[in-house]
């Protein structure tokens, strides 16, 4: 069986951001990046897509990866363990979050306290929930290997300690290598973990298929993104997002001036790319939402 990375559609009619990425492996068993907002019925839908992809066995999830600690990536995870915790096998979770108390991030007030108070509830579902499932806190030069994925990690928060930034910048930047073609997944990574990757990681930015940074709202900058020399796009954003934000300056030049012709959008409807991926041989579902 090839392996296979699926590019989640989300419901976003309740918020405009999130975003649920999920590796098929070899063995059967899967990676799953995020997971997308607790909007209702968005942990039923990706457990149902574990299951038929499982071909109706109890999936087995090799290791799940949180990004960061906001909402609308913690959110799904957080309703499918009080819904189908015993339903599937999680061997690990992953993740690298800025202190509980929020202390490091300067953000409007409103999302930082609805922010913490996720966060809490996730801290406190992995106490008592979930206190059987090793976690894993990856650190910059950390190698990991899910079967034959190769996850390299290139930033966590601790690296822009102790400058306060917004929570985006706390992303854990990593990429994830198999059939000979890389991965940059950047989270929700701002400009000052861009320049901490451009200062001390820039050659480890080089990357086949490029996830690009918070929803494509804004972010990461032109310099970080020429840096990758991607050929293919993998946006994690709501269409109507995406065609408001065509023009701003990061994004025209990631659709137009990078060379990259494959632009993925989660908002257009599910997506699976097999690897080795041929840019444009994408399998695309028709969109659910806002049809």
């Not at 999920?22 to 799953?32: A, C, M, P, S």
């Not at 949180?66 to 913690?74: E, G, R, V, W």
């Not at 996720?118 to 030069?141: M, N, Q």
């Not at 034959?148 to 994830?176: F, H, K, R």
Request: hydrophobic share 35%; charged share 20%.
């Amino acid at each position: 069986m090839a392996t296979t990375l699926t590019q989640l559609e989300l419901d976003h009619r309740n918020i405009d951001c999130g975003m649920s990425y999920v590796f098929h492996l070899e063995d059967g068993r899967f990676f799953i990046i995020d997971g997308g907002y607790f909007t209702p019925g968005e942990a039923d839908r990706l457990y149902e897509f574990l299951l038929q992809k499982s071909g109706g066995e109890k999936p087995v999830i090799a290791g799940w990866f949180f990004s960061h600690a906001h909402q609308d990536h913690i959110g799904a995870f957080i309703e499918f363990t009080r819904k189908y915790l015993d339903k599937a096998v999680i061997e690990q979770l992953l993740f690298h979050f800025q202190p509980i108390d929020y202390s490091w991030v300067k953000e409007e007030d409103g999302w930082k306290s609805s922010d913490e108070a996720t966060a809490k509830e996730f801290y406190r579902v992995l106490k008592t929930d979930c206190k059987h499932i090793p976690v894993v806190t990856p650190h910059t030069g950390d190698v990991l290997r899910f079967g034959e994925l190769t996850v390299e990690v290139l930033y966590t928060q601790e690296d822009l300690w102790p400058t306060p930034a917004c929570g985006n910048d706390y992303s854990t930047v990593i990429a994830v290598n198999l059939c000979g073609q890389r991965i940059l997944f950047l989270g929700d990574a701002e400009t000052k973990a861009d320049q901490v990757l451009l200062d001390h990681n820039k050659d480890a930015l080089a990357c086949d298929i490029l996830q690009v940074a918070h929803h494509g709202f804004n972010g990461s900058t032109i310099e970080l993104y020429a840096q990758t020399h991607a050929k293919v796009a993998l946006w994690p954003s709501p269409a109507p997002n995406m065609e408001q934000n065509r023009a701003t300056e990061v994004n025209h030049y990631i659709l137009n001036d990078m060379g990259i012709t494959d632009h993925i959008v989660s908002g257009y409807g599910t997506a699976e790319l097999c690897f080795p991926y041929v840019p444009g041989s994408a399998k695309r579902e028709d969109k659910q939402f806002y049809p």
